[in-house]
């Protein structure tokens, strides 16, 4: 059973900053003050060029952070420009406890799954990954999963312990 919030939020992947439903359930959940903080800088501080097609949007208080892809990358239209002016809505962490200053993401995760879930019932639960990768002691560090009824796939990170670090939603582009 997915929550309203989160089946709201799932329905903004793949949305761009000019979307007027993104806008607002942005400034609803107090992501975002303005449409204008959702715009990718492609100048420094110094004025010099960026050379970055993301923008990051993090609500550590929220156990939440965002990746809005330039639409160059996103249509996959690399002889067009990077502008920052329109970027799209890829991917969606949700944060477990503690994890790169995140406090832990608290309106229920999607597909029956929860932080306190090993990798065991995660592959139970979700199938077959599309990969497993394991560090050079064969600690599983991650998995990615394709969702079959979405647009996108799921990607789990843990700790050395197995405890799930944070889960991720991708929209491939």
């Not at 000019?18 to 449409?35: A, C, G, T, V």
């Amino acid at each position: 059973m997915i929550s309203n919030f989160l089946n709201h939020l799932l329905s903004l992947l793949g949305k761009s900053n000019k979307d007027e439903s993104l806008i607002d359930f942005f400034k609803s959940y107090d992501f975002i003050k303005s449409r204008d903080d959702l715009k990718l800088p492609i100048y420094d501080e110094d004025g010099e060029l960026r050379d970055e097609y993301n923008f990051y949007l993090s609500k550590y208080n929220q156990g939440l952070s965002f990746i809005f892809t330039d639409e160059s990358f996103y249509l996959n239209q690399s002889d067009k420009p990077i502008t920052g002016e329109k970027i799209y809505l890829t991917t969606i962490f949700f944060y477990n406890e503690g994890i790169e200053g995140f406090s832990q993401y608290k309106r229920g995760l999607s597909f029956e799954i929860n932080f306190f879930m090993k990798q065991n019932q995660l592959e139970k639960n979700l199938g077959e990954p599309l990969f497993t990768k394991s560090d050079e002691n064969l600690i599983v560090r991650s998995q990615k999963w394709q969702i079959k009824e979405y647009p996108f796939t799921l990607y789990v990170s843990y700790t050395n312990q197995g405890v799930i670090r944070y889960v991720s939603l991708s929209i491939p582009y």
